[in-house]
C-alpha cells in the first residue's frame, strides 16, 4: 500500500465550488432562465472537475465563483460527452 494522498481537485483554493443539479431543481433553473440544458454553456464529461463530482452527461453542474465587484455569482454549466 501507498503512502501518497491522492490529490482532490476540489481542493484547491482556486477550482471554485462545483455540484450536480438535481433534476426537479434543474428543471425550475431552466424555466426561469428561460433555456433548454443544451442551450447553457457546456462542459466535457472528461473535465477532471466533472469526473470528481461524479457528474454525467445531460446534467446541470452549478459553479459558485467568488467575484471582487459581486461577492459571489453563480453560473451553470451543461455536461455533454467527451
Same mark, same amino acid.
Given at each position: 500500500?501507498?503512502?501518497? !494522498?491522492?490529490?482532490?481537485?476540489?481542493?484547491?483554493?482556486?477550482?471554485? !465550488?462545483?455540484?450536480?443539479? !438535481?433534476? =426537479?431543481?434543474?428543471?425550475? *433553473?431552466?424555466?426561469?432562465?428561460?433555456?433548454?440544458?443544451?442551450?447553457?454553456?457546456?462542459?466535457?464529461?472528461?473535465?477532471?472537475?466533472?469526473?470528481?463530482?461524479?457528474?454525467?452527461?445531460?446534467? *446541470?453542474?452549478?459553479? =459558485?465563483?467568488?467575484?471582487?465587484?459581486?461577492?459571489? *455569482?453563480?453560473?451553470?454549466?451543461?455536461?455533454?460527452?467527451?
Amino acid at each position: 500500500m501507498s503512502g501518497k !494522498k491522492k490529490f482532490k481537485i476540489m481542493d484547491h483554493e482556486l477550482v471554485p !465550488k462545483h455540484e450536480v443539479v !438535481k433534476p =426537479e431543481e434543474a428543471v425550475r *433553473i431552466l424555466k426561469e432562465l428561460g433555456v433548454r440544458p443544451e442551450n447553457l454553456p457546456w462542459i466535457r464529461a472528461s473535465d477532471p472537475v466533472v469526473k470528481e463530482i461524479g457528474a454525467k452527461p445531460g446534467d *446541470i453542474i452549478r459553479i =459558485e465563483r467568488r467575484s471582487p465587484t459581486t461577492g459571489k *455569482i453563480i453560473v451553470y454549466r451543461f455536461v455533454v460527452a467527451g
